[in-house]
């Protein structure tokens, strides 16, 4: 796994490629954390979240990617496929960012229904 700090280079790199209108209302911008980030419904810490769109009356609207999620989830990845899967995360999260401006849930509703079939698996 490449080290935080060139893992921040290359999530710099594809939020740059990503057009203006993505970050209209976006006032808390991109944050990157190092810790891993374990969903809170994870049966057996076994569901990692890589990355979250947040709200918050005073600090306004943000993502967060968690860079120690990515290393247990992604870690053992090539470059390339890293790098793939780091876009995958941030445009997901911009989804969201870009969905609540919008007043749709759709993304919501998919995360919500994929959570529901973890939970059902293994019954």
């Known amino acids: 796994m490449i080290d935080i ?3 921040e280079v290359i999530l710099d790199e ?8 993505f970050y209209e209302n976006l006032n ?24 979250q769109y947040c709200t918050h009356p005073v600090l306004g609207r943000y993502i967060v990617i968690y860079y120690g999620s990515f290393e247990r989830v992604h870690g053992h990845l090539e470059l390339e496929a ?8 941030l445009k997901h999260e911009f989804r969201h960012h870009m969905e609540g401006q ?13 959570l529901e079939d973890y939970e059902g698996r293994g019954q």
């Open 5 to 7: 700090d060139t893992f």
């Open 102 to 114: 919008a007043g749709i849930r759709d993304l919501e509703l998919l995360d919500q229904q994929e």
């Open 28 to 51: 808390g911008g991109i944050l990157l954390l190092p810790e891993v980030k374990i969903h809170p419904r994870a049966k057996n810490k076994d569901l990692y979240i890589l990355g």
């Open 82 to 89: 890293l790098r793939r899967e780091m876009e995958k995360t």
């Open 14 to 21: 594809i939020a740059n490629t990503l057009p203006p209108v």
